[in-house]
């Protein structure tokens, strides 16, 4: 087959929608006046089917929307269906699975790390407690508290923690060592 030649072999431009078919057709290749209105007549006869299977998707988009109006279903409820079948579609998809997998052991290794630190952070916190420097310190502060006792006139109620504590002994020992006003004073 020669190019131009009519056959299946050929490399035409093919016509855009909207274009004239006519126009396309090459300078060179001459159609006879019957293969013109053939062509013709059958791009009529596409037209029309294309302008009737518009009408007919019209009609029955209308339908739709009836039968949907007589059956209670708005746009909303379909939005809401459509959104519902999209995600049970995602959640049965294998990389969604696995994903879900994947975090679910990351979530329960991280839970098992934290509760590792906890215990870690309460065996230190009990190893600190019981060591010699914390013992030392801590008789140290029960003999400030002794010490303000006998001082201020007799023990103080129960209840207080070592917060109170620390507080008060820091507040007795800022008072001892800061001169009176009286004190600063030249005397006239």
Do not use: C
Request: no cysteine; glycine share 6%.
């Amino acid at each position: 087959m020669e190019r131009g030649e009519p056959g299946l072999l050929r490399t035409d431009p093919v016509p855009e929608a909207g274009e004239d078919a006519a126009a396309t057709i090459s300078v060179t290749e001459t159609l006879s006046e019957e293969e013109q209105e053939e062509l013709r007549s059958e791009l009529a006869k596409v037209e029309e089917e294309i302008q009737t299977l518009s009408q007919v998707l019209a009609a029955k988009e209308k339908h739709l929307a009836e039968i949907k109006r007589k059956l209670g279903i708005s746009s909303l409820q379909e939005l809401r269906q459509n959104i519902a079948k999209g995600w049970q579609d995602v959640t049965a998809t294998p990389a969604y699975k696995k994903t879900s997998e994947t975090l679910s052991q990351a979530g329960q290794k991280a839970s098992a790390a934290f509760a590792s630190v906890g215990s870690v952070i309460t065996k230190k916190l009990e190893d600190v407690k019981n060591s010699p420097t914390f013992k030392s310190f801590e008789e140290k502060v029960e003999n400030l508290k002794a010490s303000r006792e006998s001082k201020v006139g007799g023990p103080k109620p129960a209840g207080g923690d070592f917060g109170d504590v620390l507080n008060s002994t820091a507040s007795a020992s800022a008072t001892a060592t800061e001169p009176l006003p009286e004190q600063t004073r030249a005397g006239p």
